[in-house]
């Protein structure tokens, strides 16, 4: 699945003056702490593997600290998330928010994962 698509998105709405939300990206200070957050286990983080669109090549999003930011503020990099990813992102955040597990695409991978955390030993 592609991560990233390029796109003038944004081109459009410079000239609204829409307000976003944005997620800060953050990267990652250990391997074991990098495992958990790619296997979603965390559902307040958000893991952005491997995309050439962002500063940090292999970074998180904490949904408790998305902020609003004005269309102005953006510097637009001309790359958007692929469909899959931000459909994915869409319902991990509906499922930080609402403490249920949302959406088919965000609950199959979460406990598919953790099904193998718990396999490896990872978890208990």
């Not at 495992?35 to 965390?42: A, P, W």
């Not at 403490?99 to 598919?112: A, K, V």
Request: aromatic share 16%.
């Amino acid at each position: 699945m592609d991560f990233i698509v390029k796109t003038k998105a944004l081109d459009r709405d410079l000239k609204l003056g829409k307000v976003w939300l944005t997620l800060p990206l953050r990267s990652y200070k250990g391997d074991d702490f990098k495992l958990l957050v790619e296997s979603l286990y965390f559902p307040v983080f958000f893991p952005f593997i491997g995309n050439g669109a962002c500063p940090v090549e292999d970074s998180y999003g904490r949904f408790d600290n998305i902020q609003t930011t004005h269309t102005t503020l953006l510097d637009p990099s001309g790359y958007i998330l692929s469909k899959g990813v931000s459909d994915m992102l869409k319902e991990a955040f509906i499922s930080y928010i609402t403490g249920i597990e949302y959406g088919d695409t965000y609950s199959f991978y979460r406990t598919e994962f953790l099904k193998e955390l718990k396999r490896e030993g990872i978890l208990k």
